[in-house]
């Protein structure tokens, strides 16, 4: 005869906010009314103009100078966010010096500040008269009204979306995989190039992809360090925003979708490489 064991006590439920269903709703009502209505709308307001209407506002010479001026400045931005994002997340995450809890604090100044003060800073700074600008100038750098101010704008207000998702997972990386590399031989560099980049890469390609998507949508900062000059510093978003002040609801609505269906793209391809990566991982481990 087998005896049975007590039944342990009953498991309690820890949960702090009413149930599922009155959570999820709430949840799925606020995403629908704040996040999906203003693009469903935008969607509508774009399919409303016909695909020859469409194609031609897209393929509009000052259009595709927007978008073509847009995604080169957000690619800049975006490899400069990709090495000092990743490099200051290693700074602290891995070492302890002095003023280290301010300078994680300074991270996310960029969210909290307001994009045309972080644009009339900018300005200020890289103007012939800043004190950049006093510096790069006489050696033929200009930055104030070319392609590299709005870089410059483009990574001031995204950098904080690769520090932030890379630095949670360095900070959980199991130090006991660098030390074993380190007894076989490998050297630094390969035991971050075969250890420690491929374990942070699903982040990394998350804090990228955000980043990008980001300086794609980018205004307040950069209308004041491009001088907004057409066909050459004029990005997408301030000629949507010229295109509604002309009561041009259909050009406006087009580059906005545009811009819309890029950053989806990004987002859904980071999704997907992401996914892979941890399937990769998983199988690997």
């Known amino acids: 005869m087998i005896a049975r064991t007590a039944p342990g006590p009953a498991r309690r439920s820890k949960r702090v906010l009413p149930g599922f269903g009155l959570t999820m709703g709430m949840v799925l009502t606020y995403l629908g009314v704040i996040v999906l209505l203003p693009v469903v709308a935008l969607v509508l307001k774009g399919a409303d103009i016909g695909p020859a209407r469409f194609w031609a ?52 100044i960029p969210f909290a500040l307001p994009t045309a003060v972080a644009g009339l800073s900018l300005s200020a700074l890289f103007a012939a008269s800043g004190w950049y600008g006093a510096i790069l100038e006489p050696i033929g750098i200009q930055v104030v009204y070319t392609i590299w101010g709005v870089a410059a704008a483009m990574s001031f207000t995204s950098i904080p979306f690769v520090i932030r998702t890379v630095q949670p997972v ?37 804090g990228v992809t955000l980043s990008f998507a980001r300086s794609l949508g980018e205004f307040g900062a950069v209308v004041f360090i491009a001088g907004n000059l057409p066909m050459k510093t004029e990005i997408a978003s301030l000629l949507a925003v010229i295109r509604l002040e002309e009561y041009d609801y259909n050009g406006a609505a087009v580059i906005a979708l545009t811009l819309l269906a890029i950053a989806l793209v990004l987002l859904g391809a980071s999704n997907l490489l ?12």
């Open 170 to 206: 360095l900070e959980d990386l199991d130090p006991q995989f660098e030390q074993a590399a380190v007894t076989l031989g490998a050297h630094p560099f390969t035991i971050f190039r075969r250890v420690i980049l491929p374990a942070i890469a699903p982040a990394l390609l998350v």
């Open 57 to 108: 506002i897209v393929t509009a010479p000052r259009t595709l100078a927007a978008l073509r001026l847009t995604l080169l400045a957000a690619g800049i931005a975006t490899v400069v966010n990709t090495l000092y994002g990743l490099l200051m997340a290693w700074v602290l995450v891995r070492y302890d010096f002095p003023g280290k809890r301010f300078l994680n604090a300074m991270v996310d």
């Open 274 to 285: 992401q996914a892979r990566a941890l399937r990769y991982k998983g199988k690997q481990a």
